[in-house]
C-alpha cells in the first residue's frame, strides 16, 4: 500500500459524458501527478500540481482539467469522453523538493471505460 | 529532445539472472528511477540512483554511469512474480520525470 489513494477503482461511461477522479496524496506529500496508461502503453504524463498551484504539463488534451485543493487532494475532470479515453487512469504523489524526494509513490489506479 | 531507451521485451528462466539496460539523453540530470509494473497495477518504486555505482537492494540491483548516460536493472535468483514490467525514468534539469516506455520480463518456468 502506497499510502495514495484514488476513487473511483472502476468508471463505465457512454461517449460525450464527463467524469471526475480523485485521488487523496500521501501524508506529507506536496505534489501529485495524474497518468494515463491505455492497453499495454506506457505511462503517459498528463499534469502535476504543487501545493495547489500548477506546476508542469504534459500531453493533457483541453477536454481534460484538474485542480488540487487546499487540503492537497486533486481530482481529475474528464469531458466530451470518447472511446479513445478508455484507460487507467494514475495518480502519484511525492515531496518534490528536489533528489530522491521526488520519489513518485503511485495510487491503484482508476479503470475507465467508455462506452 | 528528451529521449529514453528500454528494450521493449525480455525473456528469462526462473532462478537465472537478467539485465535490463536504459540508455538515457536528457535536459540535465537530477538522477534516475527504477520501477516495477505487474500488468493492470500501478507502478511500484525500486531504486533512485544519483551518484554513479551500484546499489544493491535484496535480489535487485541498479547501476548508474551518468558519464555514458546508461543505467541497468540487475535481477538475481528470478521468481515467477518477478514477470512484470520495468520502467526507467530520469530527473531532468526541471525536475521533470522522462518516463522509458518500460520493459517487458517474461520468466519462464
Known amino acids: 500500500d502506497s499510502g495514495v489513494t484514488q476513487t473511483p477503482k472502476h468508471l463505465i461511461t457512454a461517449t460525450g459524458q464527463r467524469v471526475t477522479l480523485r485521488c487523496s496524496p500521501r501524508?506529507?506529500?506536496?505534489?501529485v501527478y495524474w497518468y494515463q496508461q491505455s492497453l499495454d502503453q506506457g505511462l503517459q504524463f498528463l499534469i502535476q500540481?504543487?501545493?495547489?498551484?500548477?506546476?508542469a504539463k504534459g500531453n493533457i488534451l483541453e477536454r481534460f482539467s484538474a485542480q488540487q485543493f487546499p487540503d492537497l487532494h486533486s481530482e481529475l475532470n474528464l469531458s466530451s469522453l470518447e472511446l479513445g479515453d478508455s484507460a487507467l487512469y494514475f495518480c502519484?504523489?511525492?515531496?518534490?523538493?528536489?533528489?530522491?524526494?521526488?520519489?513518485?509513490?503511485f495510487g491503484p489506479g482508476t479503470r475507465l471505460l467508455v462506452l | 529532445g528528451q529521449n529514453i531507451d528500454q528494450p521493449t521485451e525480455m525473456t528469462a528462466t526462473e532462478g537465472a539472472i537478467v539485465q535490463i539496460n536504459c540508455t538515457y539523453q536528457?535536459?540535465?540530470?537530477?538522477?534516475l528511477f527504477w520501477y516495477q509494473q505487474h500488468a493492470g497495477e500501478a507502478p511500484t518504486f525500486l531504486s533512485y540512483?544519483?551518484l554513479d555505482g551500484l546499489e544493491e537492494k535484496g535480489r535487485f540491483s541498479s547501476f548508474l554511469s551518468r558519464s555514458k548516460g546508461y543505467s541497468y536493472l540487475l535481477l538475481k535468483e528470478l521468481q515467477m512474480k518477478d514477470s512484470a514490467s520495468y520502467l526507467c525514468?530520469?530527473?531532468?534539469?526541471?525536475?521533470?520525470?522522462?518516463w522509458g516506455a518500460g520493459t517487458k520480463l517474461i520468466i519462464k518456468p
Open positions: 536528457t535536459s540535465g540530470f537530477n538522477g
Open positions: 502519484a504523489s511525492s515531496v518534490a523538493t528536489g533528489g530522491g524526494l521526488e520519489t513518485q509513490y
Open positions: 540512483n544519483v
Open positions: 501524508s506529507g506529500d506536496l505534489s
Open positions: 525514468a530520469v530527473l531532468d534539469s526541471n525536475y521533470q520525470l522522462i
Open positions: 500540481y504543487y501545493n495547489g498551484e500548477e506546476r
